[in-house]
Every structure is written in C-alpha cells, then in structure tokens.
C-alpha cells in the first residue's frame, strides 16, 4: 500500500494533489491543520482498489461463486468502503464549518455580530483573536470593547475657537436640523452674539425659511448667500470666536463627486467641514456617499438619524473602515435632548441590541448649568432663551407661531 503526506491549503487542493500523484482510487486515511495549512495522509494500494472495482462493477455481470471469500479481503473492503463515505463527507462538509467546529465560540460570536448588521468578514477578523477557554460572557464584553475603541471620534476645535463651520451631505440626512442644534449649543455656551447661520441652499422649498424661524426665535442674523463667492466677504466676521455655521444643499452621490463644494474659495479662506450622513442608510450607500465626498475635505463625521436604523451595527462597520472621526450623533427629534457629542461605548451597546443608557460623561453634561456667556449681550436684548427645543415657552404673535410650529423639528 503506497502511503504518501500532502500540505495543501485546503481540502480541495488536498484532493487534487492526491488524485494526481495516486490516482483516483487513493483514499484519504486521515486530515489535520497544522500552523494555518491543511495536512493530509493518503493511501493507495493498485492491486486491492484493481479487486474492488471489479466486484463492484462487474459483480452483475458474473455468474455467482460458491468460493468462501477471504475475512481479510472482506474486512479492507468494508473499510474502503467506508473511508470513501468519509470522503464524500469531507468534500460537503466546507471550510468554514470546520473553522466553527473547530472554534465554538468564535463563532458564535461571529454568528451574534452578523445578526447585529456587522459585516461577516469584520467579524471573522474580531473573532479570530477569542481564546476558547474563555466563558460566552467574558469574551463578548472584550469583543464589545475592542469595537467601542476602533471606531475614530474627533474633537471639535472650531466649536471654542471660532471660525466658518459648513456641513455637507446627501439630501434628507439632517444637515439644517444639525445646523440649529450646533447654533444651539453655542449659544448656550457663549451667548447670542457667538454664532451666525449662514445657508446656501436656494434649491430646496424653504430651506432659508427654516433657518430664518429658527434665528427669530434663538435671537441670531440667518443670511441666505448667492454663491460660495460670497463666503470670503464673510470671513472677516470670523474673528474674536465667532462661529458662522453655513448649511449648503444637499448633493446626490454623483454630483458630489463631479463637484466638490467650496473648492474655488477654500485657498482664500478658513473653512472646515463636516459630512453629515444617516444610520438608515445601507452600508453600500454609505460607502459610495463617503467617496464620493472626499473631494470637499470633510474633516470630522455627524451621525443623524440613530433612533430609526433597523441594523446600527451595518453602520458602525462602515465607520470602522474609514479614517474620519465622529464628533456628534443624533438619536431623536427633539433638537436639543437629541443631539450628544460621539459616544461609542452607547452607540456599540445600542448595535449589539444590549440595553443601553447615557453614560456619566453624558449625564453630566446634558444636567450641569450652562455657563455664562463670555460676551454679555445689552440689557435690551437680554430675553429667557427656552430650554427645551420647541420654543413654545416665549410668546408670539399668531401667524409666527404657526410658522415656526410648521418647521419643527427641522428635519431636513
């Protein structure tokens, strides 16, 4: 019986080399994996697979012998019979199951990553480095952690500093709403005098309009501009702090490629940018929506939309890919309960369908007062800004008051 070894990457390979160097009566005795590479003992004997051939091919064809069969013969014929069996299983049973076979619970945490929306190759890669010896639970809240800390966040700087802050995106994904809550938080901080809006939006229905209801009930100037030219007229008032957040029209995949925003008069101003993009969208979607603005120089990500992903986790795999770093996320309507700066650790508990809640960073800083504001506006424009989004706390006239009821939540 002719015995030979074979190293091959996988089954497949292993029986194309056999069945090349012994032909295609040699039988696999047995298979392991050693150092990542799949070895393989085969045997072949001519005479024996030649005998068992014949009776089996031929055995309708010749008359019947009343000779006693050798036990032995017999014996290695059930046994070929069955490595044969053994084989045919082996050619079915893939890769992959005996990867899961082999590593029980790195693949059932691969199985509760994709089941969560995360990309099966993503998870393969997190689960390959989970030790079997571990329990379930160990070894998923170190897989949730090693998650929480790949995903980039970034720290706004040009929030305290000041300067022109534009947000770019596809269309719907939020970016006005976004707008009044940054306009928002800033005011809350520094006072009605540190931020300006700024829209260039002339194509959507009342995208100025809704920007204007907001700045009449915050107490800040909205200027609609013609073109991006009209941007350079504006950066002086940039200065000392002052923030002048622009909203800009939302572009198709596309467009954006073929145009890139701002590119004429970025060399002759301070300009930085943010893309806004949704949760609900597929992560083939965003993928394309990420490419194709890369021409505009987005230096940070807003995640809109959270609450409405049915798979957050497809998302977050998206995020995991690409170098840019979140800064805000939003998960509601309201415009300012609803908007938190980039927290991973709840936005990979609320992928993984665990239950979730703020963490202490959060709740201290949605409950600590807001400080006062560095530059105190006149006595005659001081006014109590309301708390909660919907600004119905101040009075105004009827027809306002329908108006400004008709844009909320400003969902773009």
Not at 104 to 115: D, F, H, M, W
Not at 131 to 136: A, F
Request: proline share 6%.
């Amino acid at each position: 019986m002719n015995v030979r070894r074979y190293r091959a990457r996988d089954m497949r390979d292993a029986l194309r080399q056999v069945r090349e160097q012994q032909g295609a009566d040699a039988v696999i005795l047995s298979s392991r994996r050693v150092d990542g590479v799949l070895e393989v003992v085969a045997a072949c004997d001519p005479a024996l697979a030649s005998s068992v051939t014949e009776s089996s091919d031929d055995a309708e064809m010749r008359p019947t012998s009343p000779t006693a069969v050798d036990p032995d013969l017999a014996a290695m014929r059930r046994e070929l019979c069955d490595l044969r069996t053994l084989l045919m299983r082996q050619q079915v049973w893939s890769e992959q199951d005996q990867w899961m076979a082999q590593y029980p619970l790195a693949a059932e945490c691969v199985e509760r990553l994709r089941n969560c929306g995360f990309h099966e190759k993503l998870a393969r890669s997190l689960a390959g480095s989970i030790q079997e010896d571990l329990t379930p639970e160990t070894a998923w809240a170190r897989l949730r952690t090693r998650l929480s800390a790949s995903i980039a966040t970034a720290t706004p700087t040009v929030l305290e500093r000041g300067g022109m802050l534009a947000l770019i995106g596809p269309t719907g994904v939020g970016k006005t709403t976004t707008i009044c809550r940054l306009a928002l938080r800033q005011i809350r901080r520094l006072g009605r005098d540190a931020v300006s809006l700024v829209t260039l939006d002339r194509q959507r229905v009342g995208a100025y309009k809704q920007l204007q209801a907001f700045g009449q009930m915050a107490g800040i100037p909205v200027m609609l501009l013609e073109s991006e030219r009209d941007l350079v007229a504006l950066a002086d008032r940039a200065g000392d702090g002052k923030l002048i957040l622009i909203d800009t029209e939302g572009q198709s995949a596309r467009s954006a490629a073929e145009r890139n925003l701002f590119a004429k008069v970025r060399h002759q101003l301070a300009l930085e940018t943010w893309l806004v993009i949704p949760a609900t969208h597929q992560a083939a979607v965003l993928r394309q929506v990420l490419q194709a603005f890369q021409g505009s120089d987005p230096s940070a990500l807003v995640l809109t939309k959270v609450d409405e992903a049915e798979q957050l986790g497809e998302t977050l795999s998206v995020l995991l890919e690409q170098p840019l770093g979140l800064v805000f996320y939003s998960d509601g309507q309201r415009i300012d309960e609803d908007f938190h700066k980039a927290d991973t650790t709840y936005l990979m508990s609320r992928a993984l369908q665990e239950p979730t809640r703020p963490t202490a960073r959060l709740i201290a800083e949605r409950d600590a007062p807001a400080p006062m504001p560095s530059r105190r506006p006149p006595e005659s424009e001081l006014e109590p800004l309301p708390r909660r989004a919907s600004f119905v706390a101040q009075p105004h006239p009827p027809r306002e008051t329908m108006v400004l009821e008709s844009v909320v939540p400003f969902r773009k």
